[in-house]
């Protein structure tokens, strides 16, 4: 059941309705008590009634709806002050004395008034719960009908995102490649892409476009096109971020996206660019890079190379930030110390102990291990660690 409070989520027309429909409803109870009295009130007394009974019925309601479980002691408080409100009424204003009593025709004239009175204010009320019932349920199938296409645009965005997710097959001499994408409960925004590169290397680009929901999911779907076009020309590093930068620069409406590019030749040569996104893990060590601005701002675009050696047996690791954002049931962040100490497993054991520790937004983690001559490669592309409980 939703927490919010229902006096945010109705539209105040239909609040001030309602509430105006429980003043007419219950005022009539004002009316019978003068018929109980035969009329015999004085005119001010007879008008406080009317009033306050239709105010107190409001009273009930609010403190009903505001306490909600408490909903009982809104009620008895409610109560002991009517009680002591209508019986201060009866003190202060009293009936007309007996000898002052007025004449059958005054009191059929009184007791008619009460009765056309009853009549008018009931369907007052009436009118306004109808009104209420039907604007809100008219609200309720407007509301659901745009969840349910909203439901639909995100579940479509969640195919999008996992068609351009690298499928497991294709394997790099020398190196085990291996990727694992665990989407959050929303569509987020990771992507990576693992692509042949020119003499039996490898190009990695790992990112993160920020913000989530379809448009998130149609900005991947656009850079992870533009790295496999760029990619065909030139699988440069730098080149690579540089293009990227340009196609989302006045595309992203105000968004941005962090990434990671860097090639790995098949004799163990690493370079290495980034876009203010997580520096890689080279064997528990976090790679010294250049800093940068994101994707798509206007100000950046400038990138620097960093070379490096990847020796046999060595290990790089590449991350989301949803793997250091995770949160536990009370609220600790997983941070980076976690995150160095496990960039050493491998892909599938890292993404499932984020998993567990507590999911909070998309996780990818790509490891690269370079072979020992004569092993044979592996690539364990797109693998999923077990879904959380």
């Known amino acids: ?58 009273a009930y309601a609010v403190t009903s709806v505001a306490l909600r479980k408490r909903w009982w002691m809104g009620i008895i408080l409610v ?17 007309v004395p007996q000898q002052k009593q007025m004449d059958p025709a005054q009191t059929h004239n009184r007791l008619a008034f009460d009765g056309v009175a009853i009549i008018i204010t009931v369907s007052l009320g009436y009118t306004g719960f109808v009104f209420v019932f039907v604007g809100e349920g008219r609200r309720h199938i407007r509301v659901h009908t745009e969840k349910a296409l909203l439901e639909a645009e995100m579940a479509a965005a969640r195919e999008v995102q996992q068609v351009i997710v690298p499928e497991k097959g294709e394997s790099f001499p020398g190196y085990v490649v291996e990727s694992v994408y665990q989407p959050a409960t929303q569509v987020g925004g990771d992507f990576f892409q693992l692509l042949p590169a020119g003499d039996d290397g490898l190009l990695v680009v790992v990112g ?33 971020l540089q293009r990227l930068h340009v196609r989302l620069v006045g595309r992203s409406m105000g968004g941005f996206a962090t ?6 030749s098949r004799d163990g040569r690493v370079t290495i660019a980034n876009a203010g996104h997580l520096s890689p893990y080279l064997d528990g060590k976090e790679v010294e890079l250049a800093g940068a601005l994101p994707l798509g701002i206007a100000d950046g675009g400038s990138f620097e190379a960093k070379h490096f050696e990847l020796q046999p047996g060595s290990r790089l690791t590449f991350y989301s930030d949803g793997v250091v954002e995770d949160l536990s049931t009370s609220g600790e962040l997983f941070g980076f110390d976690r995150a160095r100490i496990i960039s050493t497993r491998s892909a599938a054991a890292i993404a499932a102990a984020a998993v567990e520790f507590g999911q909070e937004d998309d996780i990818t983690v790509v490891t690269i291990e370079r072979l020992a001559i004569g092993d044979e490669p592996v690539s364990l592309a797109n693998s999923a660690p077990p879904a959380r409980a």
Do not use: C, H
């Not at 109560?79 to 204003?93: A, D, N």
């Not at 990434?259 to 790995?264: D, P, Q």
């Open 259 to 264: 990434a990671v590019a860097a090639l790995i």
């Open 1 to 58: 059941m939703s927490s919010a409070s229902p006096w945010r989520t109705t539209p105040r027309k239909y609040i001030v309705i309602g509430l105006l429909a429980v003043f007419f409803t219950f005022a009539t109870m004002g009316f019978v008590n003068d018929i109980m009295n035969v009329g015999s009130q004085t005119t001010l007394r007879f008008a406080v009634t009317v009033v306050l009974s239709g105010l107190f019925a409001i």
């Open 208 to 240: 993160d476009v920020a913000g989530k929901g379809l448009q998130a999911a149609m900005l991947v779907s656009m850079l992870v096109g533009s790295i496999r076009t760029a990619a065909e020309d030139s699988s440069d590093p730098v080149l690579m």
């Open 79 to 95: 109560f002991v002050l009517q009680f002591v409100v209508m019986g201060s009424v009866e003190r202060w204003l009293p009936a």
